[in-house]
């Protein structure tokens, strides 16, 4: 089945700076891949998503790229704020509406300090 | 609000144990997923249903079991608990209908087991 991965684990970043975290996935069948965001106590929430046909996709100060030769893609913060701090996940899954079987990397801990 | 409503939110269970958890999907949403979080783990995909239906299964314990009803909500059980099933449970709900990749999966707050 498919296998993603996600680095860094933990991301601690200057307010205004940037933040990037990858992810890496195993099955080259694997075309939507969605970006969620978890808030301390709340379910995670999507903030952006891209599908395989797209290279990149941006949504004000999030941006997401994607390489489908090399199997990997990434989620971009840009001018980052305090709210941003929360934890994020990469996912990646195949099917015609994109939600099945979601595999999901381990998180990382995006930490913005003041 | 996300609009899925789990409960409960906390249960405490004793091991051997077997608790039922509660998923009312988003208004107009289909299909309903459940997650299970554990410390330091992504999230785990269980199973989903679709109108009723079994659609999808994941690495669901053969101890664990969930339906969907006619009016949508969802339960998941849980029986013959053991120290490891201690974890945030989550549903999520999507339309599953219309553009393909248009739908988002929305998941609500978590109910959190703790097996003692």
């Known amino acids: 089945g498919e296998n993603v991965e996600q680095h860094p684990s933990t991301l601690s970043v200057q307010e205004g700076d940037s933040a990037v975290i990858k992810c890496t996935y195993s099955d080259s069948a694997s075309n939507y891949f969605p970006w969620y965001k978890q808030e301390l106590g709340k379910g995670p929430q999507l903030i952006i998503d891209i599908r395989s046909n797209v290279g990149e996709k941006k949504d004000q100060r999030i941006a997401v790229t994607l390489n489908k030769t090399a199997k990997h893609f990434s989620l971009h913060i840009t001018e980052t704020q305090p709210e941003d701090s929360a934890v994020y996940f990469c996912a990646a899954s195949m099917g015609d509406f994109g939600n099945e079987k979601l595999t999901f990397g381990t998180g990382t801990r995006l930490t913005i300090i003041p | 609000d996300s609009g899925v409503t789990q409960t409960p939110k906390h249960l405490i269970t004793a091991t051997g144990q077997r608790v039922t958890l509660r998923c009312s999907p988003r208004s107009g949403d289909l299909s309903v997923y459940w997650y299970q979080q554990s410390l330091d783990q992504g999230l785990q995909f269980l199973i989903q249903?679709?109108?009723?239906?079994?659609?999808a299964k994941g690495n669901i314990l053969e101890r664990f079991s969930a339906q969907q009803f006619p009016d949508l909500h969802s339960e998941l059980n849980l029986s013959s608990l053991e120290l490891g099933d201690s974890a945030l449970y989550f549903c999520a709900s999507s339309v599953e209908q219309g553009l393909p990749g248009a739908n988002v999966l929305t998941f609500g707050a978590g109910s959190r087991l703790t097996v003692l």
């Open positions: 249903y679709y109108n009723g239906e079994e659609r």
